[in-house]
């Protein structure tokens, strides 16, 4: 991309003040600015879906946004605007691995992010940027202070991709931004910590912590273009959205409200600043979600939990497996684990050890071996076939799972294989088994599965991979989820009701039929979210 130079300011290093609300404080670089005076703005809304998005735009009560995308002329098509009707999401359609992809433009087994939480076999590391096992926040802080994704994505991101001036508001990918705004940390992690305690409550959105949250952060990001100009990618991203749905009893609709409330009050704040700084017309709107959500019911049982008495921990327990605990730093007496879980809320991923290598207690696996196929990852898929089939051993897991899968394991420096379904009787390609068991609700199961198991960093999905029962057409008594906490929704899973998302290109007085050409062009009729990489820097070059 050909480069201009321009006096900007870049967050390479910087000293956190608490004083400004957790702001950055920056110093000042000459840094390149896109040639052209191309600019986009991200929206970036987590957990939101496609079809509540454009409930709030059609109720009247989101007219800034509304007003952006103009009138409604069908399929998607907007007077200033194109919303691509089938947009989807990466598997898991969970926050932390999906906004690494979407902002990388490259799937999990190559990025390295595979979910909210996570295990590195080869340094015997547990992280959890959004715990849902667990219950410390610690990560969460790293995300905020110390750029935990950034230091372990394993390929550039947008804003390294794009060069120029990049301002990051809020968002776990901000590495390599020129500038990331941040309300305090310490309420960012307050509040993670409180909804993974369960102590938040959604009723009224404009009065929600979340609420606060999302608005509190444009702040931040408007008094950052005041006094630095506007820069060539604005990211804004939005958790409340998310936050609120996970705990409001009106689950779907109280996104709705959310959106119609809050969001598109805090979208117009950043639009007016752009207006009054002479840059919004022509500049580039993109709306798009992480992932959407699945409605469940808040109690412990539909909630599959981390205790050894009736969870997939006590599965593999009574089946003699030394299972981690869920924390995130082990007691040096707890070490000689031989699997780990790593939940997902609709998924939970496995990690076995070869377990020949510490069979007795106290004795330390070597995890940088691969397991044994037969007798550690087929032990454990027959376990959790048996559980989930007639309820042996841990009655209440009886009927709780959707589809096992699991794979040959790979060793060191090889790339992953891709999982495949297990059958009651072995292992069968999932394209194979969609042909006997057709599943319509499992949207590119086979494509998105791949994505996220196979390549250089695949082994970080897990030997063994759990579904848990919750498309849409399920009974909402009978959907089930792997948490610590319960919640009104759920996401993580591979079914089209949370992982159909909002994909949006909108311009100020743009023609929406230019910019169905544009995204049709970079992403196809039907795109994934990671396509919104090579979009934003298709629509920045000159």
């Known amino acids: 991309m050909a480069l201009g130079w321009t006096a900007a300011f870049s967050c390479a290093l910087f000293q956190r003040s608490l004083d400004t609300g957790g702001q950055e404080q920056i110093k000042p670089v000459l840094t390149p600015t896109a040639k052209g005076g191309r600019r986009v703005i991200v929206f970036a809304l987590d957990g939101t879906g496609a079809d509540e998005l454009l409930a709030a735009v059609h109720s009247g009560k989101a007219p800034r946004i509304a007003a952006l995308l103009g009138k409604d002329r069908g399929g998607g098509l907007f007077a200033h605007a194109y919303a691509a009707p ?68 394993r390929v550039p991101t947008l804003y390294e991709l794009v060069g120029g001036r990049s301002h990051v508001s809020l968002s776990y990918i901000h590495h390599g931004a020129t500038l990331y705004t941040t309300v305090a940390p310490e309420a960012f992690v307050d509040m993670v910590g409180r909804l993974v305690a369960g102590t938040l409550l959604g009723t009224d959105p404009e009065g929600a912590v979340s609420a606060g949250l999302d608005l ?37 609709a109280a996104q709705v409200g959310y959106l119609e409330a809050v969001t598109d009050r805090a979208v117009g704040m950043v639009l007016d600043t752009y207006a009054r700084r002479g840059a919004l017309e022509g500049t580039y709107v993109v709306f798009i979600a992480d992932h959407a959500q699945i409605p469940t019911l808040n109690d412990s049982e539909h909630r599959l939990g981390t205790d050894l008495a009736d969870s997939p921990f006590g599965v593999l327990a009574q089946r003699g497996f030394r299972v981690r605990r869920p924390v995130l730093t082990l007691e040096p007496g707890d070490a000689d684990f031989q699997a780990v879980w790593a939940y997902q809320g609709f998924m939970a991923y496995l990690y076995l050890a070869d377990r020949s290598t510490c069979p007795r207690p106290h004795d330390r696996c070597a995890w940088e071996r691969p397991p044994r196929f ?47 379904v297990f059958d ?19 949207i590119r199961l086979e494509e998105r599965m791949r994505a996220l198991s196979v390549g250089p960093y695949g082994n970080r999905a897990g030997d063994v991979l759990l579904l848990a029962r ?30 159909h998302i909002p994909f949006i290109l909108a311009r100020a007085q743009g023609s929406g039929v230019a910019l169905k050409e544009v995204m049709s062009q970079v992403a196809g009729e039907t795109p994934s979210a990671l396509a919104l990489t090579p979009l934003v820097r298709a629509l920045l070059s000159p």
Not at 226 to 247: K, N
Not at 430 to 439: A, E, F, Q, S, T
Not at 473 to 497: I, K, M, Q
Request: aromatic content about 8%; proline content about 8%.
């Open 86 to 153: 089938k947009a989807w999401s990466p598997l898991p359609s969970s926050t932390v691995s999906a906004w690494s992809a979407i902002f990388t433009g490259r799937p999990a087994g190559v990025n390295g992010i595979p979910g909210d939480e996570w295990f590195i076999r080869e340094t015997q590391t547990f992280l959890a940027p959004v715990p849902i096992s667990v219950r410390d926040t610690l990560d969460v802080t790293r995300v905020v202070n110390d750029d935990l994704l950034g230091k372990n994505l």
């Open 424 to 442: 009651g009787k072995g292992l069968v390609p999932i394209r194979d088994y969609l042909k006997v068991h057709p599943r319509p609700d499992l």
């Open 374 to 420: 037969r007798e550690d990852v087929m032990e454990a898929v027959a376990a959790l076939d048996a559980a989930n089939r007639s309820g042996e051993g841990i009655p209440k897991m009886k009927g709780t799972l959707d589809l096992i899968f699991a794979r040959a394991p790979s060793g060191p420096g090889e790339d992953a294989r891709a999982f495949e």
């Open 216 to 252: 509190d952060s444009v702040a931040k990001l408007t008094e950052a273009i005041d006094a630095q100009g506007v820069p060539d990618l604005q990211v804004v991203y939005f958790p409340g959205i998310d936050i609120f749905t996970h705990v409001a009893s009106e689950r779907m």
């Open 470 to 499: 919750a498309c849409a057409d399920v009974p909402l008594n009978a959907r089930y989820y792997f948490a610590a906490t319960p919640h009104y929704t759920w996401h993580g899973s591979a079914c089209e009701a949370d992982g």
